[in-house]
């Protein structure tokens, strides 16, 4: 239940005290449209008159009445929402436990909680984790995975287009549900936590000032006389869930953050040299076991370093590189309890292996910038600790001409734990992976590194990056400004580069694919959503317009594709001919500060701040019935050639300099291009056999079945047939800078013997019906080149949980093989899995 009276008593609390306090001054305040609250219906007027009694201290006992004048207050328009978990269904079997091919239906209510009527943005899409996929067919509809919602409480469910809809006016306290159907997939386990969410808040706060992202549930203004809402546009997120069916090991979970918190141009725009950036770090100590591996965590103590030319005792050392074409501008700030010290020891030395020294030397020889605790203040940091505090600050007096130059900086620090100075503790900054710990092998460094280069970069500035061993890099591009210029990139990254240049930076995102599609076959997939970030690199307010325009090959993006351009309460929808885009009539009503949206007039964010001011906008992109898979081969004629790629969707923002609305690349030069790439699917599986003799005949001579192909093998009993699985990352990799890049997380593999049928698998079955299974595995020979864990099943339907066995009967032997790949796959990373049977 949403408890609405703590919002109200707070925003009523200040008005109340100031009307008080006019009433005692006798001001004659005209108190101009306050929120009073959410319940309150907009456009009420309240008038108060204040009357008072008062005495002459020379006549008392003769009170005196005073009368002030009247003054009006008129409610504004105040927009809220929430959304709320209400409930799972199982429509396959109503009333049954969840098992393997379910369609579950998560519905969800979406109230109402401001004080005037609102329309909702409600999108097409819900996000899910565990073994299901938002698909299967919901009563009235033709669509596999397509969302409903009902706005006369589930009597009448319609279905939401695939660019999402906006609905009528919904009253106060109204509702309107919607509900997301879900399949769980086939190889789910008795257990597994099947998530499903709806809207994109952090921590699905409700009724929160909505940061542009695709897949939003939020507020739009119904456009009455009350005016736009004074809080704006508002969302919120719920999800659901629903189930299917270690020694202690003590350490310091150490991580370190930075973020580049200040950039100053020091009032030049027209050069870099002086330009000063600033970072600040703080040092996280677990409370919990955030790696899973059975870790009790304990508090974080220092190792032994030099300081001041001698052994000290030991010191936690947090450690700032100064970054190449950079000098030390001023002298670093350290949280109470905390020393700055200093190096010139080259940084390919470990930073721990350094000599540091309390006294600052010339700022150009300086190397690294340490902190370390003062020992008689702070012994150690405890779990559950987090120190902010410190800062230092570079000057770019290498950063010649007018750029781009890029600042790298990342961060480090080294300590031991509490009760184990030999369990040494390093953590290098970007991401929120404590100690550097390897979640590939489940093991933290025992040797430092010099801490100075990462291959990735932290693309948010909000130590987001994807987990590393090695941190990732705080990554600043510095540009003499033009009069009007613009960036556009990924969401938070609009100086993003891509493999050329900053207008090919990309964000990769795959749509979701249901079970059991086949290589060869085509898909028509949900709208796909998409964040961006636009910035204004110029030094005078401008108006940004939005429009996506074709790729470098026309053919890379599928006729039909039709694609939505949106801020805030506007959007534009084009489709994609194979050549051009063309305006969708009817798909951009609306305005932003007087801009009306049309056909010739593109999504536009008015008023962008100078300087850097930045801003958000969606993008969706619906690719058409017939998209064939990323992972798939394509016929080209009498050639038949790997499809394995995405489908990019460029969107141009632009300065109008003519102002006719269109985006004229010759005269609107201040541009910038971001692909938005769509996948349909990105991790490819590749089946192949061979045969080997086992115990059975010799291969014919000349014959091609020892080698692994795709083509049929003819094995005779004894011989042994060896299966392998390439899976492949097809997508693209990091390149550049800032780009979103799709890693494969989670992967399992499952090969069932028994699921037969036509084309199935079944060589865990009885064919023949000669009282044995036809072929029987061969023990240890199951394998992935890399990390995995591999688990085996018996029986038939096999979902007996066995071990690594062999026999000639279904209970007896393996009839299904689970491979769970250990950590992520990366974009362009091959890896295989391969087992045997016998032929009995």
Known sequence: MVNRNKPINRQIQPYQCLIATALLTGSFFQFIAPVLAEGTTAGISISNTATATYEDPNAPGSPINSTSNTVTVTVAEVAGITVTGSGITNQTTPGGSTNPGDTLVYTYTVTNVGNDLTKFQIPNLATTTGPATVSGLL???TTSGNLQYSTDGGTTWINIPAGGLTTGAIAVNGTVLVRVPVTVQAGAQTGDTITVRLGQTPGDAQNQPRIADGGDVYTVDNGNAAGAPVNGVREASATQQIKVGNTAKT??????????TAYDNAGTSGTLTDDLLTYGLSLRVESNDVTNTGITPAALTGTNITVDFQPSSP????SDAIPVNTVLKSVPIAPAGWKVVYTTTSTSTNAEAATWTTVQPALNLITRVGFINDTTVVSSVATGTTVNGFSIQVQATGATGNGPVTINNIAQVVGTTVGNPNTKVYDNSGDQNPGNFNSTNSTF????????????TDTQNNNTAANSTTGSLNATILLVPSTISLLNGPNGVPDAVGPTNNNDDFTNKSALIPPNVAPGSTVNPAAVSFTNTVQNTGIAAANISLVPTPPANLGDLPAGTVVTVSYQGLSAAYSYNGTIFIFVPG?????VGGNLISATNPVRIDAVPANGGKANYGVSVDLPAGTPLST???AQGATVTTLERGFPTPITAFIDTDNNGLFDKLVDTANNTSIDRVYTGFLQLLKESRVLQGTG???PAGSTDGTFSVTPKKPAPGNIIEYRITYKNISSPQVGTGNVILSADKIVITEDGTVGGSGGNNWALDNDNNSQIDTSNIV??????GTSTIQFFNGNPATNSGNDQTGTTANTDVTKYVNAVTGQVAPGIQRTFIFQRKVN
């Open 139 to 141: 009563p009235g509809s």
């Open 251 to 260: 350490r310091a979970l150490a991580t370190i953050l930075k973020t580049r």
């Open 315 to 318: 010191h936690i050392l947090v």
């Open 445 to 456: 460094p025992t040797t430092p590194d010099p801490g100075i280069t990462s291959a990735t």
């Open 587 to 591: 798909s951009g009503a609306g305005t």
């Open 632 to 634: 798939d081969t394509i």
């Open 697 to 699: 005949p010799a291969l």
């Open 780 to 785: 240890s020979s199951a394998k992935d080149s």
